[in-house]
């Protein structure tokens, strides 16, 4: 029996283990401190930083299994998921990795192994491709391995060339290809080869080795690297369709399991599940996708990964309703995918709850949707213009794309129903305005990529000089809030100037930091940086520092002004931390930690952070939670975070290694990028820890510190993502002591004590509560009144009784009261009313069921008439509503009515 996924994975990350690399675990889909990248697409992203030079792991080679997403957002991205036996959105990319170790002899030998002795596929069946000029690889593979020249190619830059972007890392790259055998073949050349490049099935690539050997300048020119490295990627779903001999990646145990488990829910026959293929396997690919995106705390939103998140599983939904599927299913197909993955990626099993609420409501929310895009899409098709030409415009098809997530072929579909087809070349071109605005908006990744270059030369400058201990910037901000250093660099814009001026925006390179940098939801600590003379007591110039950053590993800069004096390299400085607004910081961090912790215990395991803002005037916590809060609920995780506090509990960090961190169960956060060594954050006493998470801000020594914790507010940011805002200390007590001199004010002006201001309230609320009803009594005797003398205004229209006219009303209820008394009265009629609401005009349609057979529309009529007043409505044949702006002209629109009733009587007679 051929190898599972499952051994086929373990045994790649055994084998590099067995050749010394260090195991390391999958990073996020979302990359971190990356803002280049929307999810992580590869093995190396959470090594970029390493392969940089700017980031120093305790190894030198690794291997990983790492979660990728490749997919933009694009609608037409998508559409190969399903119909291509090898298109996926989410998939795994087996990789090892050398950081100036070991390189191409060592890389190759490697993949040769371990495809040919580990995996025992046949080496008669591999293809290897090189780099053109890469005479080093070619020999490896023809002389040291021993392949045949006739299956090594030298291809060119296209294939076989590696780039980071247009400057920096890059080199050549070989290729294992595999030989489906000439019986696969679907291009038809008779001499068809690897060397073709023409897409031919017969061959499919399996691993592709890139050798990072040179530095590329923006002219072109290449420079040998002063260390190179080895970054490899296989996908673990085109290997194991390899090894176990399926051409489709579908028919492998990822897919398989999850294929046969939508066919027992929908209870399809073997020949139904095959008619249904396409929409069995966009279902199962989404799944995966879905299910490790929320897994990873992407939440379904209108932009960014939440916009991808949605599209997927939208698209996902709309193909299982095709299907089959009746109500909400893809929990369902989430379930299968952790039962199935969840062996390797626990968090899947830690997060189900999170992903099924997010799955289902977002299931829901979609059912909304459509409900909502079909109505929109009929009033669309309904209208004059496409009614005469038959044709919907792109732009409105689109507009239902983009607005309300309909699809291209929903829109099509409901359209021929109705006769009418779509503009699709319009569709495509707002499309592709619409990737043109996205283009545009991403422009600031070059800008950024261009700034971290000049960032990087800096410090380099400073390594090169031997002005960084261990080449970076040490920062000290656990052990103290000052330190004397010199001034290093002084930068305007990411450039080294030698001096500054008072007014001058700058930031300023010291040795040392103790000025905590905005990492973890915690902002930046704000102070001074000050030069004083010998013995001088004010300061010879001072920069006040509003931000410390760290736009590289390695290097933080001081940003601020100059406020007195100049600046110049080479000066000692001291830099101190505002330590009133540090403590309050602190304060609000290690509240959020107990936040945290009350939230798990009240709501239940399945809140985990999704986004905090850790401020000195308050903190913000968002978490992952379906429902809104109660106040019992809010109560009492307010009382439980107090009673931590008031219970002095020492607060204690401590370093270990992320996998022992997580077996002794502390908490990892969403979307945090963490390395192998871990900061641990314990609230409680030993053995009996109150919270423990892994963090890096800087946190009181005893809860006591916090004083007091309150709940300012609770609210939904997202689906399944509620938000709680608090404060806690000063800003705490300041909180109360308003409260209580507001409630005082509000006690002497309702002449009452403190105490009794709830039922002085409730007293007066019952008192105007009869004045209400006493004055909406009066208004119906009055409309009465009105609707006796409006009864003269009737009009005959073709035997018609037609009533047009405005009223003193005060909202529309009273003149939809009025039009129900007009038909109670004659039966059979048609009756406008327009009445200053807001001091806008609004109306009042309704038509008789009897006239509606003669062709007459209250939607339509209050249409036609608030369109006289610039405005808009409609409803059903028999009632509708509208209102305008232009309330000026609302008698002229009512004198509309009855030529309008007498042409519709005409036109259907």
């Known amino acids: 029996m051929s190898m599972t996924s499952q051994e086929i994975r373990q045994r790649f990350l055994d084998y590099f283990a067995s050749q010394g690399h260090a195991v390391v675990q999958s990073s996020s889909l979302i990359p971190v401190g990356d803002p280049t990248l929307l999810f992580t697409n590869a093995g190396m992203v959470q090594f970029k930083d390493v392969f940089l030079g700017l980031e120093r792991r305790p190894y030198t080679r690794a291997t990983s299994v790492q979660k990728c997403m490749r997919v933009s957002g694009k609608h037409n991205d998508l559409e190969n998921v399903g119909p291509s036996p090898r298109h996926h959105t989410f998939f795994e990319m087996l990789g090892n990795f050398s950081f100036g170790d070991y390189f191409k002899r060592e890389a190759i030998h490697y993949a040769y192994e371990l495809i040919t002795q580990v995996y025992g596929i046949d080496p008669n069946r591999l293809v290897f491709t090189v780099y053109k000029d890469d005479d080093e690889a070619y020999d490896i593979w023809t002389k040291e391995i021993g392949v045949p020249t006739e299956r090594v190619f030298r291809m060119g830059e296209k294939t076989n060339f590696w780039a980071m972007g247009d400057t920096g890392p890059c080199g050549p790259t070989t290729e294992i290809h595999y030989d489906w055998g000439p019986e696969a073949c679907t291009c038809g050349d008779p001499n068809c080869s690897v060397a073709l490049d023409n897409g031919c099935d017969r061959w499919l690539e399996i691993w592709n080795l890139v050798f990072m050997q040179y530095n590329q300048a923006a002219d072109g020119t290449r420079t040998p690297l002063p260390r190179t490295g080895v ?246 901000c656990y052990e103290t809030m000052e330190v004397e250093a010199p001034v290093l660099a002084i930068l305007k814009n990411a450039e080294p100037v030698s001096v500054a001026h008072e007014g001058d925006e700058v930031e300023i390179v010291l040795p040392q930091s103790p000025f ?230 509000t006690a002497t002006f309702l002449g009452c004590q403190d105490e009794e201001v709830d039922r002085k309230v409730l007293n007066l609320l019952d008192q105007i509560q009869g004045l209400q009803k006493e004055v909406a009594q009066l208004r119906q005797a009055l409309a009465r009144r009105d609707f006796e003398s409006l009864l003269q205004k009737v009009q005959d229209v073709n035997g018609v009784k037609v009533l047009a006219a405005s009223v003193d009303a005060a909202d529309i209820d009273t003149m939809r009261r009025m039009s129900d008394w007009f038909r109670e009265r004659l039966g059979s009629g048609v009756i406008v009313l327009g009445a200053a609401i807001g001091n806008r005009p609004s109306f009042i349609a309704a038509v008789t069921p009897d006239l509606v057979k003669r062709g007459l529309h209250a939607g339509q009529l209050v249409k036609a008439v608030a369109e006289a007043v610039g405005g808009g409505g409609g409803g059903r044949p028999t009632m509708a509503q509208a209102g305008g702006r232009d309330l000026s002209r609302m008698n002229e629109a009512l004198q509309l009515v009855p030529g309008w009733v007498q042409r519709k009587l005409h036109s259907h007679s």
């Not at 952790?338 to 899947?348: A, D, N, S, T």
């Not at 459509?370 to 109505?375: D, E, H, M, R």
């Not at 110039?541 to 509003?546: A, I, K, L, T």
């Not at 905090?612 to 916590?621: N, Q």
């Open 231 to 476: 970054d490899t990627g296989m996908g673990l779903e085109r290997i194991t369709s390899v090894i176990q001999n399926k051409r489709s990646n579908y028919e492998t145990d990822l897919f398989v399991p999850i294929l046969n488990h939508i066919q027992e829910l929908l209870g399809d026959s073997a020949e139904e599940a095959h008619r249904k293929q396409v929409a069995y396997r966009v279902i199962a690919d989404h799944g995966r996708a879905i299910t490790f995106l929320i897994g990873d705390g992407v939440i379904p939103s209108s932009e960014g990964r939440g916009y991808v998140l949605r599209l997927i599983l939208r698209r996902a939904a709309r193909y299982g309703h095709k299907a089959g599927f009746e109500g909400p299913f893809l929990t369902k197909i989430a379930d299968k995918v952790i039962e199935i993955m969840g062996g390797h990626y626990r968090e899947l099993h830690e997060r189900r709850a999170f992903i099924h609420e997010t799955i289902l409501a977002e299931e829901k929310r979609f059912q909304q949707t459509l409900t909502t895009g079909l109505a929109v899409l009929e009033d669309m098709l309904s209208s004059p213009q496409v009614q005469k030409a038959r044709v919907l415009p792109g732009e409105d098809a689109f507009r239902l794309y983009d607005t309300y997530g309909f699809p291209l072929d929903l829109t099509r579909d409901v359209a021929r129903e109705h006769g009418i087809s779509v503009d699709e070349a319009g569709y495509q071109q707002a499309m592709a305005r619409q990737r043109e605005r996205a283009r545009a908006a991403a422009h600031f990744t070059l800008e950024y990529e261009e700034q971290a270059e000049r960032y990087l030369k800096v410090l380099e400058s400073l390594r090169s000089a031997g002005l960084l201990a261990e080449g970076a910037v040490r920062h000290v």
């Open 516 to 745: 905590y940098v905005e990492s973890g939801g915690q902002v930046s600590d704000t102070g001074v940086i000050a030069h004083y003379g010998e013995g001088q007591e004010t300061p010879v110039w001072q920069v006040s520092v509003d931000e410390a950053r760290r736009p590289l590993p390695g290097l933080i800069v001081h940003a601020g002004e100059v406020v007195q004096g100049t600046v110049r390299v080479g000066d000692v400085a001291r830099a101190t931390v505002d330590q009133e607004r540090r403590r309050d910081i602190m304060r609000n961090h290690t509240a959020t930690h107990l936040l945290h912790a009350a939230l798990r215990r009240v709501l239940g395991e399945h809140v985990h952070q999704a986004g905090s803002l850790v401020a000195p005037d308050r903190l913000r916590f968002d978490f992952t939670h379906a429902a809104m809060m109660t106040e019992e609920e809010l109560a009492a995780v307010e009382q439980m975070v107090n009673d931590a506090i008031l219970a002095a509990y020492p607060v204690e960090t401590s370093w270990t290694t992320y996998r022992q961190a997580i077996n002794e169960g502390v908490m990892a956060l969403f979307g945090e990028k963490y390395g192998e060594e871990v900061r641990v954050v314990r609230v409680g006493r030993p053995g009996d820890a109150f919270s423990q998470e892994l963090c890096g801000g800087t946190h009181v020594n005893n809860t006591a510190e916090i004083g007091l914790f309150h709940i300012t507010s609770e609210g939904s940011v997202g689906a399944g993502v509620r938000r709680i805002e608090a404060v806690t200390g000063r800003w705490a007590h300041r909180l109360v002591q308003r409260q209580l001199a507001l409630l005082h004010r």
